[in-house]
């Protein structure tokens, strides 16, 4: 069992950085692929990055790739999000989550594929 607690989110303008933090909870947590899903008011949760167990492989959404880098540290249980020239639609909540039997580059971006969520980080971004 992992327990997942996002912060770092915020208010930030358009064209700025922000970072955001999963921190895990579980003896297990290096086992656990690791992704980043948001929300936005009307929308369905969508994919935005993930990084295998071993952090070798990442894969991001096309909407945000070259702008987003996803990390991981198993030494502290983290996860991050570093978010770099962001926009206004990248408003949204945004939830990690941990998945112990994800399989496939395509696998990686359904939520379905998730065994654990955190309950959500707000970011905003001002124009």
């Known amino acids: 069992q992992v327990q997942l607690v996002e912060s770092g989110g915020g208010l930030v303008q358009a064209g700025g950085s922000l970072r955001l933090s999963c921190a895990a909870s579980?003896?297990?947590?290096?086992?656990?692929?690791m992704g980043w899903f948001r929300q936005a008011p009307g929308k369905e949760r969508e994919f935005v990055a993930a990084i295998s167990w071993s952090g070798g492989n990442t894969f991001y959404a096309d909407s945000v790739k070259g702008r987003f880098t996803i990390s991981r540290d198993n030494a502290k249980n983290t996860v991050y999000l570093q978010m770099n020239s962001v926009k206004p639609e990248d408003t949204a909540v945004y939830y990690c989550?941990?998945?112990?039997?994800?399989?496939?580059?395509?696998?990686?971006?359904?939520?379905?594929?998730?065994?654990?969520w955190g309950e959500g980080t707000q970011v905003t971004v001002s124009s």
């Open positions: 989550a941990a998945g112990f039997s994800v399989r496939g580059q395509d696998s990686y971006t359904l939520p379905t594929e998730y065994d654990f």
């Open positions: 579980g003896r297990t947590f290096s086992r656990f692929a």
